[in-house]
């Protein structure tokens, strides 16, 4: 359990640990459900779906970014069953 600290401005902000149980990034949403007795949920908000929000998705630190051939021909060996 954690526990936060509500600001001045009556913010509270949520630890890295949190947001990563999340899997929530910058620009993400976050919902909010007020349940009775003075309780709530937290979830992370469905994505909008933009085909722009996949941009970048699956991106790997220290790995070489495909070229459209390149990714071409690992889709076409992957449909032919090869690795």
Do not use: F, Y
């Amino acid at each position: 359990m954690s526990t936060l600290t509500v600001t001045a401005k009556g913010q509270v902000t949520l630890r890295r640990e949190l947001l990563d149980h999340l899997g929530v990034r910058p620009g993400d949403r976050i919902d909010v459900d007020k349940l009775p007795d003075g309780q709530i949920t937290v979830r992370a908000a469905a994505r909008s779906g933009r085909l722009a929000d996949l941009a970048g998705c699956l991106r790997r630190e220290g790995q070489p970014q495909l070229s459209i051939e390149e990714i071409n021909a690992v889709i076409a060996r992957g449909w032919a069953g090869q690795r």
